[in-house]
């Protein structure tokens, strides 16, 4: 097994912890939860784990400048904007929406890890993206092209080893529930059960694709993921697991189920999940814990892959305090 090489942005590994009275409460399953949202540069999350290699690969090119896109509430571009600092590095973050009057949550620390924002439509993102690019190169800044959601073979192999990092703390649930949007954490989870003969299952929950062209897409990377880490498996779409029941109004709108989950897992458990990601997800699980999806002996892990600074964004927090 190849291992790349990797700068330290984390603290790893990231606990595990039971949610015995959620369980108690949905009279489901035994519960258990990975904090990814404790990998611990500002504010953590799943990106934190990928840009380790990112990061180290950028540092490979001699980058000096990482650029990278996103939604105005990306925790991709904060990890990102965090990590470039840690790593001695500028940052611009390419955003798709309305320019703020007063950056707010995510943006919030955008601005304070003195991130530069360009700001675009989503229709136009990707020219714009091309075109910063082409800039900071013109002007000596040496930039390095994230790939959205850090979803490349580098990205997602942080995810294959962090099976190993999981079955290293002896947990071997039968299923691992996570959200899942530009593929790389479910590519990796599914790389690192090949790679390390993890024996369960691994459901993504779907935050905003259908299953179909997403699952063909996952099963790419994940393929490219085990070719990088020099061990190819010839991965099925029939092992990555997309479950697309939960995408509600669309990405982004928070719903009554992910309003309930939060409340659920706040009031249970003292865990906050967000209202984009983690917050649909968590939904997703309760939704198919309620159905009797798992077995009463199944281990069921929720992967937390953190985005909590959402929770302070205005549009969020109103509807989440009615109760
Ligand atoms: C909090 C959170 N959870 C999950 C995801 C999805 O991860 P991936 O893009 O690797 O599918 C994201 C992506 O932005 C995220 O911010």
Redesign the pocket.
């Known amino acids: 097994m190849k291992e790349l090489p990797k700068v330290t942005l984390t603290h790893l590994p990231t606990p595990v912890d039971e949610m015995p009275r959620l369980s108690a409460a949905l009279g489901g399953p035994r519960l258990l939860v990975k904090r990814d949202?404790l990998t611990g540069l500002a504010f953590g999350?799943?990106?934190t784990r990928?840009l380790e290699y990112l990061v180290a690969e950028a540092q490979g090119h001699s980058a000096r400048t990482l650029i990278t896109a996103?939604a105005i509430q990306?925790?991709?571009c904060r990890q990102t904007a965090a990590s470039a600092r840690k790593a001695g590095m500028d940052c611009i973050l390419v955003l798709s929406g309305e320019p703020p009057e007063m950056p707010e949550a995510n943006t919030y620390l955008d601005v304070l890890l003195g991130a530069e924002l360009v700001w675009t439509s989503l229709d136009e993102r990707g020219e714009m993206l091309n075109q910063t690019y082409l800039e900071a190169e013109a002007d000596g800044r040496s930039p390095f092209l994230i790939p959205?959601?850090?979803?490349s073979p580098v990205?997602?192999a942080a995810?294959a080893y962090a099976i190993r990092e999981m079955l290293g703390q002896g947990v071997q649930p039968d299923w691992i529930v996570?959200?899942?949007?530009?593929?790389?954490?479910?590519?990796?989870l599914a790389a690192g059960k090949r790679l390390f003969g993890y024996q369960g299952l691994v459901l993504?929950i779907s935050?905003d694709e259908e299953a179909g062209k997403f699952g063909a897409m996952v099963t790419e990377l994940a393929k490219d993921t085990t070719i990088l880490l020099n061990n190819a498996i010839n991965i099925t779409k029939s092992e990555i697991l997309v479950n697309d029941d939960y995408l509600g109004g669309g990405y982004a709108v928070m719903g009554e189920p992910e309003r309930e989950a939060i409340h659920l897992f706040a009031r249970h458990e003292g865990l906050l999940v967000?209202p984009?990601?983690?917050g649909r997800?968590a939904a997703g699980l309760i939704d198919l814990v309620r159905k009797g999806f798992f077995k009463k002996s199944d281990t069921v892990l929720f992967w937390h892959?953190?985005?909590q600074p959402a929770l302070f964004a205005e549009k969020y927090r109103k509807t989440i305090l009615t109760d």
């Open positions: 949202d999350g799943n990106k990928k996103g990306s925790n991709h959205y959601g850090g979803s990205g997602a995810y996570f959200a899942t949007s530009s593929g790389g954490t479910q590519a990796g993504g935050v967000d984009v990601y983690t997800a892959t953190g985005g």
